[in-house]
């Protein structure tokens, strides 16, 4: 009697075994889940509205991102030096806000027929030569507009040396499509440059009058820029202000005695006859 129990029970023990490695099998457990971060990429967008023609400048391209598997066709992964290479690029056609710029969008200075497509109808392009601190120390960009200076001395000392140096306005409110970056930078890309002097050019947007006054005025003395207010509209002034001589920025030169004023003079007698003679 006993035994037979016993054997019942370890065959009560073997089914409920099997039933617990069956009921197991038939349910094994879920795999642990993990949330998978689709992998996104920033390219170069345009910040604002842009209309063709324009140039562009830093402050008009951003970054937008995309995950991996939707970014558009040609698209510009954002870095700094791809920045760089856009800004000054002429837009071919007018984009919106998150637009992303394609290299079709975008006409660059050194590309073929540049200056032809980026100058307004009736307009000539001229390029001037300036040193880092006449240049504004390369804080201009294209599609600035800036004031052309002209400064010069007058080597003759008959004239009072408040009247030696004068400094006018050649140009005023005139846009620069291009600058070249290499000179900018140096010799060596990347490199800065040691040499304060080192020239760089950069080209206006002029009317063909106001080409025949830079080249005269090149000629003449020394050529600087001065950055216009970004609100200052686009109107060219033909007539560009009144000339500022040293006297009006020097109250000690204006205190100098004028040349008039330093000439001797010599009291001649003649008979009866008196006359005084000024040289």
Avoid: Y
């Amino acid at each position: 009697m006993i035994v037979r129990l016993f054997l019942f029970a370890i065959m009560a023990i073997g089914l409920a075994g099997f039933g617990a490695v069956a009921w197991v099998s038939a349910h094994p457990p879920k795999a642990a889940t993990h949330k998978v971060v689709p992998r996104t990429v920033a390219v170069i967008a345009l910040a604002h509205d842009v209309r063709a023609g324009t140039l562009l400048k830093s402050d008009d391209l951003e970054a937008k991102t995309f995950p991996t598997t939707d970014v558009p066709t040609d698209a510009t992964p954002d870095s700094a030096d791809a920045r760089r290479d856009l800004i000054g690029g002429m837009i071919r056609r007018s984009l919106a806000k998150d637009d992303v710029i394609l290299p079709a969008d975008v006409m660059r200075p050194g590309d073929h027929g540049f200056l032809a497509a980026v100058l307004q109808p009736g307009m000539r392009a001229v390029t001037i030569g300036v040193d880092a601190v006449s240049g504004t120390a390369g804080l201009i960009w294209p599609g600035d507009r800036v004031d052309v200076i002209m400064t010069q001395s007058i080597d003759d000392s008959s004239v009072p040396l408040g009247r030696r140096v004068s400094a006018e306005a050649v140009l005023s409110n005139v846009r620069v499509i291009a600058i070249d970056q290499e000179l900018v930078q140096g010799a060596a890309p990347g490199a800065p440059s040691t040499n304060t002097s080192t020239a760089r050019t950069v080209t206006l947007e002029v009317t063909e009058t106001g080409v025949e006054r830079v080249q005269l005025a090149a000629r003449i003395g020394q050529l600087s820029l001065a950055v216009c207010s970004a609100d200052a509209g686009t109107a060219l002034s033909k007539n560009s202000g009144r000339t500022i001589w040293a006297q009006d920025v020097s109250q000690a030169m204006a205190d100098l005695p004028s040349a008039k004023s330093q000439t001797a003079a010599v009291h001649v007698f003649q008979g009866s006859d008196e006359q005084d003679f000024h040289f």
